[in-house]
């Protein structure tokens, strides 16, 4: 199962490739076997939504028009309107769901794949995520290097993130202003796992990740 969190934006619906920027990771989703279900979480006055450029993604993709003000709240309704959809079929053991970034179009299904297998049946979920290269500051006042911070186990979250239903459900109860799933799984004292993803699944927030994404969705598909 798979829930896409995201409220209504222009980024995400700007051209990539020739697609609007969230049909390409709906898409990875949508062909991953180990998925069952792919539900999009769009604000509900939400009128920019693409509806008939999704139509050929087939019958895994459902769109929830639950969004809330912040993301966690917005995969929190998610979470909560997929559960009255599926009913029975949400029990325990099959319970799974994967959050993911409207915002990351360059995901691909090998990256899932690896994340579902890794991840297993660890009560406490995981995540992609990348190891810190470079090295990193702290900047104080007018921007001027406060301390340097040593890199050593420092890793960048990205997603999908994987967490069982009703955990994760619980879990943005409890710490509902987290910028992220693991952040609200780890205020349970639970420890996600890290699964080593690579730069290529990034996130989109300048002009120019824009291009970059262009390019490496461009060039993944050449022989």
Same mark, same amino acid.
């Given at each position: ?116 297998? &890794?991840? +297993?049946?660890?009560? !406490?979920? =995981? /995540?992609?995520?990348?190891? *810190? %290269? ?46 992220? &799933?693991? +952040?609200?799984?780890? !205020?349970? =004292? /639970?420890?996600?796992?890290? *699964? %080593? ?27």
């Amino acid at each position: 199962m798979g829930v896409l969190s995201g409220r209504a934006a222009p980024k995400q619906y700007l051209p990539l490739a020739g697609q609007p920027m969230i049909r390409h990771a709906l898409a990875t989703l949508c062909a991953t076997p180990a998925i069952a279900n792919v539900f999009v979480v769009l604000a509900p006055d939400d009128a920019l939504w693409p509806a008939a450029q999704m139509v050929a993604l087939g019958p895994k993709l459902r769109v929830l028009r639950c969004g809330g003000e912040i993301r966690a709240q917005s995969v929190a309704n998610g979470l909560r309107a997929m559960a009255a959809e599926l009913g029975d079929q949400l029990e325990i053991g099959n319970d799974w769901v994967l959050v993911h970034d409207a915002a990351r179009p360059c995901l691909t299904v090998a990256m899932v794949e690896k994340l579902i297998t &890794e991840v +297993g049946q660890d009560d !406490a979920g =995981g /995540l992609l995520a990348v190891p *810190v %290269a470079d090295t990193l500051k702290r900047a104080g006042e007018d921007d001027r290097i406060l301390q340097t911070v040593p890199r050593e186990g420092l890793w960048q979250a990205q997603t999908p993130q994987m967490f069982r239903h009703r955990t994760l459900l619980a879990a943005l109860d409890l710490a509902p202003q987290v910028t992220d &799933e693991a +952040g609200a799984i780890e !205020a349970m =004292g /639970l420890s996600p796992r890290l *699964v %080593a993803a690579d730069a290529s699944n990034l996130k989109v927030t300048y002009p120019l990740d824009l291009q970059l994404a262009a390019w490496i969705l461009e060039n993944r598909a050449k022989p």
